[in-house]
């Protein structure tokens, strides 16, 4: 069997060679650029509570996970739950290590050909295709009755 690459190997299949061979063209589909975040609720962040009135006071601090680019692929039509539509969304980026978690938040900055997409917070509910050579993908669900 003769390889398609150099440094092919059967042990082996998707080494960089063949992953930096695909990337250009996947990269070169990503139409959007996002930010994915945390609230970091530790030390001095954590949530205060308020024993008069019962309630707790949360941090606005954010730490960025992610800012780049993405594509973001629709995967069903919104659905009706509690009485608003939920949509379900793919995201894929380019950065394999990316250490995304479920309920992080996703902002879509800009979207040249879909700009309402920057409307809208997004909130990651599942991982994906963790071993996807070429690129890291995840679920986000967004509430297309509330803006961001």
């Known amino acids: 069997m003769v390889p398609l690459v150099p440094n092919w190997s059967q042990t082996h299949p998707f080494n960089t060679v063949w992953q930096d061979h695909l990337q250009g063209p996947v990269q070169r589909t990503y139409n959007a650029e996002i930010e994915v975040v945390y609230t ?3 030390g001095s962040n954590a949530p205060v509570f308020d024993p008069e009135t019962g309630n707790y006071t949360y941090p606005d601090e954010e730490v ?16 009706e739950k509690g009485g608003t539509q939920i949509q379900t969304l ?3 980026v380019s950065q394999l ?5 479920p309920k992080n938040i996703m902002r879509v900055l800009s979207c040249a050909e879909n700009p309402v997409l920057e409307n809208y917070k997004y909130v990651v509910y599942e991982i ?6 070429i690129e890291r993908t995840f679920y986000v669900k967004q509430d297309v009755e509330v803006g961001g």
């Not at 960025?64 to 919104?78: D, E, K, S, W, Y």
């Not at 994906?128 to 050579?133: G, M």
């Open 97 to 101: 290590d990316l250490d995304i978690r």
């Open 64 to 79: 960025q996970i992610f800012r780049g680019r993405a594509r973001i692929q629709p995967i069903r039509t919104a659905t």
């Open 90 to 92: 793919l995201v894929s």
């Open 128 to 133: 994906t295709d963790s071993s996807n050579p």
């Open 40 to 42: 970091d609720l530790t």
